[in-house]
């Protein structure tokens, strides 16, 4: 039977998340529709990580096993098909060994969050990114987000229902880039605790507006403790972009 390796992009804005549920919209209940329909029997999807709910996609990574060898751009195009009016599209599928496995293979994911920091309203990126009015201090935020790198118990970080069994992370980038009133955070690890970036972001953002400097956030970090957060960045600005295996 061959395993798929789909390459997938999506808007997260109208579905509960990625993972399935029975009576609210996911990403990956769409996927499984939209490959049942393609090949005519229930199939499991299997994602790389679940995105919380509103939280986008540019390069999310799945695999599914299905009983009949497609070509692999016919594959694409199928799901395409049956996936629409959904805003959810597969933008390379490939056959790959069946050891690969597009969660437990995965080496590293890469992660962006977009702020838009300006006192005008949304037009074009309305429910893409995070509108901050207030100006931040984006060099302080990366110099404070250096305090992050490397391998910590992130539990200050962690939402309360996370799942993981260990806090511990390793957290290979974290840096912050302006472009006008474009503010970037770009992060990567092997792997992350639920709601740790947007947790990381919203902090950040405190130290950007000189609420918190460096120490306030390793301060932070070093407490262990989920109270001494800060602010927990909205799901709209943040985008799984990249998972390397």
Known sequence: MPRYKLIIEYDGAPFCGWQLQETLPSVQGALEAAVQATCGVPTRVHGSGRTDAGVHATGQVAHCDIDKEFRPDRLRDALNAHLRPHPVAVLAAEI???TFEARFSARKRHY?????????NLALDMGRVWRVPKRLDSDAMHEAAQRLLGKHDF???RDTECQARSPEKT???LDVIRDGDAVTILTSARSFL??????????LVWVGQGRWNA???????????????????????LYLVRVEY
């Open 155 to 157: 539990t200050t970080f």
């Open 194 to 203: 639920h709601s740790q970036v947007r947790s990381m972001v919203g902090s």
């Open 215 to 237: 120490d306030d956030l390793y301060a932070a970090l070093a407490a262990r403790d989920r109270a001494a957060c800060g602010v927990v960045a909205p799901p709209e600005g």
């Open 171 to 173: 957290l290979d980038q």
């Open 112 to 120: 962006r969050y977009r702020i838009m920091n300006r006192r005008a």
């Open 96 to 98: 790959v060994p069946e």
